[in-house]
């Protein structure tokens, strides 16, 4: 099972990126799916998720209104739409997937069961 993730880069405050996660070696949609990001010196913390088939979608406080999360099951793809992009986004994003019987989405990067390697993010002010 591999994540890789892409879409990362240097941005202006209030410019927008799109991340992809393209999932391979498994049919994700068993998985639940979520990004999480990490910034310098700062523990790992959640972004967004979405339920197995996409049909709701959950976010950090901090994103919501900003950021949309969706997937494409049918080519085993993630995606995260960043717009209003400021300078505090400024981290390393990363994918994940959980299964999940249940469809029980988790915003505890410890109960996420594959990563990707990540893709950074930089937004200047």
């Known amino acids: 099972v591999q994540l890789q993730a892409s879409g990362g880069g240097l941005v202006q405050a209030g410019g927008s990126l799109r991340l992809s996660c393209a999932a391979s070696g498994y049919n994700v949609s068993y998985y639940v799916m979520g990004w999480f990001r990490q910034a310098p010196g700062q523990e790992r913390e959640f972004a967004a998720a979405i339920t197995r088939s996409g049909g709701s979608a959950f976010y950090a406080d901090s994103v919501k209104g900003r950021f949309t999360i969706s997937r494409d099951n049918a080519k085993n793809t993630l995606y995260l739409q960043m717009n209003s992009l400021k300078s505090e986004d400024t981290a390393v994003y990363y994918c994940?997937?959980?299964?999940?019987?249940?469809?029980?989405?988790?915003?505890?990067?410890?109960?996420?069961?594959?990563w990707g390697q990540g893709t950074l993010v930089t937004v200047s002010s």
């Open positions: 994940a997937a959980k299964f999940s019987r249940s469809g029980f989405v988790s915003r505890n990067p410890g109960q996420y069961d594959y």
